[in-house]
């Protein structure tokens, strides 16, 4: 079936660029998403991408895809301690649910 | 602001009772999906409602039923509860149509079930 992973734990120090990666195995997957929780709370929606684009930037946020290799990153720059979260990586494909990985713990030290 | 609120916050239930959860869309999202994230994991899907029918389900046995209803509002029931479906239940809604493929979370009903 469908799996997606993610390394636990990531740490960083303020100021510096964090990079989140995932890999993903369905190669069907039309859509990849990044969401961000913080403790206690839901999912927010931090940026996603369609399948046949390489990259997208939105403001610190940049998303890399490598669709050969079935690999996805998440670049934030100028990490902030606001930043420190778990990061989800998730896949679609067609009208089907998302598919989620783990999550990443991210730490950023001041 | 996801614009997609869930009740109740908290629930505490004992084993072999049966619990719905509440979650309210943004208006015009047509498809809502429920996910279970236990403690240290990532959300796993339930079951996916469109147009108030029942259109894809995860992994869960029968006793997860849901429903929705025509205000964008839905329904999570779980019958015959079990020590494992202490859990994070998130709901998502968005539009399927127009080629929006954005998700939205709400902020999740946590369920401990003792």
């Known amino acids: 079936g469908e799996d997606v992973e993610q390394s636990l734990f990531l740490s960083v120090r303020e100021g510096d660029s964090s990079v989140i990666n995932c890999t993903y195995t369905d190669s069907s997957s039309t859509y990849l998403y990044w969401y961000k929780q913080e403790p206690g709370a839901g999912l927010q929606l931090l940026t996603y991408?369609?399948?046949?684009?390489d990259m997208k930037q939105d403001q610190r946020l940049t998303v890399l895809l490598n669709k050969k290799d079935k690999h996805l990153s998440l670049r934030i720059a100028d990490t902030q301690t606001g930043d420190s979260a778990i990061y989800f990586c998730a896949d679609r494909t067609g009208r089907r649910a998302l598919t989620f990985g783990s999550g990443t713990r991210l730490q950023v030290q001041p | 602001e996801t614009g997609v609120t869930q009740s109740p916050t908290h629930l505490i239930k004992t084993r072999g009772q049966q619990v719905t959860l509440r979650c309210s869309s943004q208006s015009g999202h047509n498809t809502v999906s429920w996910y279970q994230q236990a403690l240290g994991q990532g959300p796993q899907f339930i079951f996916q409602?469109?147009?108030?029918?029942?259109?894809g389900r995860g992994n869960f046995p029968p006793r997860f039923s849901g429903l929705q209803f025509p205000n964008y509002s839905s329904e999570l029931n779980v019958n015959a509860l079990e020590l494992d479906d202490s859990a994070l239940y998130l709901c998502a809604s968005r539009i399927s149509s127009g080629g929006t493929y954005e998700q939205y979370f709400g902020p999740g009903t946590r369920l401990t079930v003792t």
């Open positions: 409602y469109y147009r108030e029918e029942e259109n």
């Open positions: 991408i369609f399948s046949n684009m």
